[in-house]
């Protein structure tokens, strides 16, 4: 067997993730995979970060979702209310969405790390491999056909690059097999705002290919 596939199924095991779906379930089939592995996760410790929580924020949106929308992590007020991108932050990402035309109800949001990080620095390296697990298996239950990447942490993290942003931003990638765009997070326009214009043609251009992935 595969060293990578050997050590990937070994991260699961101790994730505690101990089986794995492949089968084309109905939407509420998907959810009801969601809750339990919320159910199953939500006293998670394999990493410090559970030490600050008081709630894992696992994810939320259409189990069915052509698109996951994916940050870094939880801040304060997902922290309190077990919901992704429900802050400052959160309100900007929905305003984001809209703007392409996109509800926040049709996509699936969540994290890298489903537990705040304290006092919202970036999840450190071994936080983010441990947290991994769950966010390939919320990918394979759902089966999105994109992805948006919201932030630097994420989508370095999950493109296993270290370019800085302005190369991230520049091109489209692919991800486990599908198209992955890359813009900055919410809460970084909220204090840069003159990134807003680049982030607006980031969304156009990942609108381009989200409207084609729905019309076929």
């Given at each position: 067997m595969n060293q990578a596939i050997i050590q990937y199924i070994d991260q699961l095991r101790l994730s505690g993730i101990k089986e794995l779906y492949r089968?084309?379930?109905t939407?509420?089939?998907k959810q009801e995979l969601l809750n339990r592995n919320y159910e199953a996760y939500k006293n998670c410790k394999n990493c410090?970060?559970?030490k600050g929580r008081k709630h894992f924020v696992y994810g939320e949106g259409n189990p069915d979702a052509v698109c996951m929308v994916i940050g870094e992590g939880p801040g304060e007020q997902e922290n309190l209310q077990g919901?992704?991108?429900v802050g400052p932050a959160g309100q900007l990402l929905d305003?984001?969405?809209l703007a392409i035309k996109i509800k926040r109800e049709d996509v699936y949001i969540t994290n890298i790390v489903k537990c705040r990080p304290p006092g919202n620095r970036n999840?450190?390296?071994e936080e983010r491999l441990a947290c991994l697990p769950y966010l390939e298996e919320q990918i394979k239950i759902i089966e999105p056909e994109i992805f948006l990447f919201m932030g630097l942490v994420a989508a370095q993290t999950l493109l296993e690059s270290?370019?800085?942003m302005h190369d991230l931003r520049s091109v489209p990638h692919e991800f486990m097999d599908r198209p992955a765009y890359?813009?900055?997070h919410p809460a970084a326009l909220l204090r840069n705002p003159q990134w807003k214009k680049d982030a607006w043609q980031d969304l156009q251009k990942f609108q381009a290919e989200y409207d084609a992935l729905i019309s076929k």
């Open positions: 089968t084309q379930n939407p509420a089939e410090p970060l559970y919901r992704p991108f305003k984001m969405l999840p450190l390296p270290s370019s800085p890359v813009t900055y």
